[in-house]
């Protein structure tokens, strides 16, 4: 895994990509997250909740970009060694301390 957008400079949200960005996805997109599942729990029907997923997809497809912009190398070597180590936080402290100091939660 080389980089973490593609050649275009569009996030690639692999499942490596995601778990890296955890902590700052759980930050950045609380709201969007927020009314999507509210909207889930209070309509069971699928097609009601489609916008709110949609808002959910750009805000966390925004914060990829955003933080692959200002920490290139860092979020790479962190989502790199978590998709080597198949996703296993305590394989990369090294690596997510490394992008933690470089892209402080905001």
Known sequence: ???SVDASGEPVPTSAV???ASKHIAARCR???V????????DP???KCLDK???VT???LYLLKDLHQKCTKEMDAYAGCMYYNTDEFELCRKEQKEFEKACPLS
């Open 58 to 60: 750009r805000c966390v």
């Open 1 to 3: 895994m080389a980089s």
């Open 18 to 20: 995601l778990m890296s």
């Open 53 to 55: 997923g949609r808002q």
């Open 31 to 33: 709201g969007e997250n």
């Open 45 to 47: 029907n699928p097609e």
């Open 35 to 42: 009314a999507f599942l509210k909207c889930k729990k209070e």
